[in-house]
């Protein structure tokens, strides 16, 4: 962090965000120097960079450090008021225990409906309504990725081309398949995975499977319940009939063209925005993430509940921390005891590992001032909005409900958008702070900054900025509205998200917690 040599001519700026809170995060670009005086009279004793803390008031050692009304960590040593409330001086709380949680006992009540939204959607037989028209071609093994991405390189350029209603072509492949424990207890994670993901809405329902043959993951598998279509929509390249790779790639093309053709008919109809089944997550989050975007986010899935459609939140260890507040806002018991069941499953795995929730934080989140993952947590936990919480599924199930449904996935960017995109997600929307290039191609993915210096610098690669939250220049309403309205447009198809204006798509990432043999 260079310290400015002059200080910054801006009016000196910082947001408390709960009148409980003795620290407050400092606004300004490049943060404020030595001497600083804030309007109401606060004084920098220190350099203190942007989103990064100032004690509000003495803070003796030992004392809590508080934020968002919550106790994010105890002074390691005196804070005088005016300090930098930088990582090393502050130690981190115990995790709230998952015993004598309070369940369902704050249950938010039905907010009002918001009648007359609507998106053009592409409506399957299944009932599910997709927001892309892609043909994917699902892999049971990763022995036939290199196979395939020969296929799907003439199939892009000779196939597509004939096809000006389908979107994409995409391979989902993945290093699962064989040389693994396929009856682990754990594998049901990355099997149910690939076999959501072969149904997702965006697809069409025209299901293509490459398999190789002799792998542990039988194709059949794959196939969705209650179809028999082994014979025409799985292809296995140890096939005795396919006697040269040119045949492989020739038979490929040609299962490609056959469901091109049926994908090509898709036509987008008009859809209430009840059928938006909206992923949220973030990535490469700063301290403003909590104030700025996250809120935003919240706001926009107020508005999605209310319109019908579904919301889910993810990323275990960032919602850890945040339990106690989250339980109580459950819909029933059921749900408040589903929800701690997935945490504790996680506490578990991450034992396994030798680690525990900490592990999440980065050099980049702590760079931007977040001292620990207490502080990401209720920063990230705000993007859950207010809505009652109605459904938690396990990692990759499919959607069962509306409302806002925690579908408890890993944090880690790639692997959290896969299990959503598995879970059914036909809008992402993705927010961050210290910036990342995300993208995926089978759904679209909005992208929100939470500061105006990264929208500004990164113009072409965010599609709102919630930095003006910060600044005062927009409310977490008014940031909110634009979301819900984007997410409206970019299902339809009427506007690109920047991701998709560069072709921008990073290769799924399965989670698969069972052995590799
Ligand atoms: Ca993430």
Do not use: I, R, W
């Given at each position: 962090m260079t310290i400015p040599v002059k200080p910054p001519a801006e009016t000196p700026r910082y947001i408390r965000l709960n009148a409980a809170d003795n620290v407050a995060i400092i606004v300004n670009a490049f943060g404020m120097p030595t001497g600083t005086t804030f309007p109401d009279g606060l004084t920098l004793r220190e350099y203190v960079p942007q989103g990064h803390k100032v004690s509000l008031t003495d803070i003796a050692q030992d004392q809590p450090i508080i934020r968002y009304g919550e106790v994010i960590g105890y002074a390691l040593e005196a804070l005088p008021v005016g300090s930098w409330v930088e990582e090393s001086r502050v130690r981190m709380p115990e995790p709230p225990s998952l015993e004598g949680l309070d369940l369902a006992t704050r249950t938010p009540p039905t907010m009002p409906p918001l009648e007359g939204f609507t998106f053009e959607g592409f409506r399957n037989k299944d009932g599910s309504v997709g927001t892309k028209n892609i043909l994917a071609i699902s892999t049971?093994?990763?022995?036939v990725a290199g196979t395939l991405e020969i296929a799907l390189k003439r199939i892009k350029d000779e196939l597509l081309p004939k096809y000006p209603n389908v979107d994409d072509v995409v391979a989902l492949t993945h290093v699962y398949g064989c040389g693994v424990a396929i009856s682990a207890p754990k594998s049901e994670i990355p099997i149910r995975t690939l076999q959501n993901l072969a149904k997702h809405p965006n697809y069409g329902g025209e299901v293509m499977i490459i398999s190789l043959g002799c792998e542990k993951l039988r194709p059949e598998r794959l196939l969705p319940n209650g179809t028999d279509s082994a014979q025409t929509d799985i292809m296995s390249l140890q096939d005795e009939t396919l006697t040269s790779f040119g045949a492989m790639i020739e038979l490929i093309m040609q299962m490609a063209d056959d469901r091109l053709k049926i994908l090509n008919a898709r036509k987008r109809e008009t859809c209430p925005a009840s059928e938006l089944v909206v992923g949220m997550q973030c990535g490469g989050s700063d301290a403003f993430s909590g104030v700025t975007a996250n809120p935003a986010l919240g706001f926009a899935s107020d508005l999605l509940v209310r319109a019908g459609a579904t919301v889910m939140f993810s990323e275990v260890t960032e919602v850890r921390d945040a339990i106690h507040l989250l339980t109580p806002r459950a819909a029933n018991e059921q749900v408040a005891r589903d929800l701690i069941r997935e945490i504790k499953w996680y506490d578990d795995y991450l034992d396994q590992g030798g680690v525990d929730r900490s592990a999440n934080t980065t050099p980049g989140n702590k760079k931007g001032g977040l001292n620990n993952i207490v502080e990401k947590a209720l920063g990230s936990s705000a993007k859950s909005g207010s809505a009652a919480i109605s459904g938690v599924l396990s990692p990759g199930e499919r959607v069962r409900e509306k409302g806002l449904i925690f579908a408890a996935t890993p944090a880690s960017d790639f692997v959290c958008g896969t299990l959503q995109l598995a879970s059914g997600m036909n809008v992402h929307i993705f927010t961050t702070g210290r910036g990342t290039p995300y993208g995926l191609s089978s759904v679209p993915v909005i992208k929100v900054a939470t500061r105006n210096e990264l929208a500004q610098r990164w113009a072409d690669l965010i599609d709102v900025n919630a930095g003006t939250i910060a600044t005062g220049d927009a409310t977490i309403e008014d940031v909110g509205w634009e979301v819900f309205r984007l997410i409206l447009d970019v299902a339809s198809g009427k506007k690109k998200t920047c991701t998709d204006k560069w072709g921008l798509y990073n290769a799924l990432a399965l989670f698969n917690p069972a052995p590799i043999t």
């Open positions: 049971s093994v990763q022995c």
